[in-house]
């Protein structure tokens, strides 16, 4: 019974030993371990240079200037008086010349689809000394017709200053008031007749320019 109680406290002892060195081995070797471990790499540190912060201009307020006074009223236009305008008086165009040209167009319809007639040159040959001068140049009457212009006419005198024969230099574009100016010329103008180098009358052309509700641009006889 005496070893019997020995051997359990030996027992016991041996089992708290054991239980303390396994602690301390647990709690111990560890940190060794830890201690043992190369340290870790440090990364290098930069230097980063910072930009100074450019302060931000703060605008003064402005002083607000003052508003122009606005303008005067313009004054009140001058009510300019109407001139007076002269009346213009048309001259009365006799009733005996508008009936004979009247009469006139009325033949001319009929023989409107004639072709001019051809020059008689009966002076050819001979050199001209004098040219023929035109009398009177009959213009028709404003309001005859509706054309406006002028319609230039080439006249064939003979050796006596009469109109031989006309033909259309200008024309009016409208039959009817072309054969209307040839007719004028033919019936109402007057002439003398061209003179050779001799002095003797002879055939030779002139131009009869013949203005319709216009005047002449030039003082013709």
């Not at 371990?33 to 340290?39: G, L, T």
């Not at 005996?96 to 033949?107: F, M, P, R």
């Given at each position: 019974m005496h070893y019997q109680t020995h051997w359990r406290l030996a027992f016991l002892l041996a089992?708290?030993?054991?239980?303390?060195?396994?602690?301390?081995?647990?709690?111990?070797?560890?940190?060794?371990?830890?201690?043992?471990?190369?340290?870790?790499?440090?990364?290098?540190?930069?230097?980063?240079?910072?930009?100074?912060?450019?302060?931000?201009?703060?605008?003064?307020?402005?002083?607000?200037?003052?508003?122009?006074?606005p303008p005067p009223p313009p004054p009140p236009p001058e009510t300019e008086e109407p001139e007076e305008v002269e009346a213009v008086v048309e001259a009365e165009i006799p009733?005996?010349?508008?009936?004979?040209?009247?009469?006139?167009?009325?033949?001319?319809k009929d023989d409107a689809a004639e072709s001019a007639p051809k020059v008689l040159r009966s002076g050819e040959g001979k050199q001209m000394g004098q040219p023929g001068k035109i009398l009177h140049a009959e213009q028709?009457?404003?309001?005859?017709?509706?054309?406006?212009?002028?319609i230039a006419v080439s006249a064939h005198i003979g050796k006596d200053g009469k109109v031989?024969?006309?033909?259309?230099?200008?024309?009016?574009?409208?039959?009817?008031?072309?054969?209307?100016?040839?007719?004028?010329?033919?019936?109402?103008?007057?002439?003398?007749?061209?003179s050779d180098v001799n002095g003797e009358p002879m055939e030779s052309d002139m131009q009869c320019p013949v203005y319709f509700n216009m005047k002449p641009a030039r003082k013709i006889k």
């Open positions: 089992f708290f030993f054991q239980l303390i060195v396994w602690l301390v081995l647990m709690v111990v070797i560890p940190q060794v371990f830890q201690a043992m471990k190369p340290p870790p790499e440090q990364t290098p540190m930069e230097w980063v240079d910072i930009a100074e912060e450019t302060p931000i201009p703060v605008e003064e307020p402005q002083e607000q200037e003052p508003e122009p006074e009733e005996e010349a508008i009936t004979e040209i009247l009469k006139d167009v009325q033949d001319m028709p009457p404003f309001g005859v017709i509706d054309f406006k212009g002028r031989m024969s006309t033909r259309i230099m200008i024309s009016s574009g409208n039959l009817i008031y072309d054969r209307m100016a040839r007719r004028i010329v033919e019936t109402k103008w007057k002439f003398t007749p061209a």
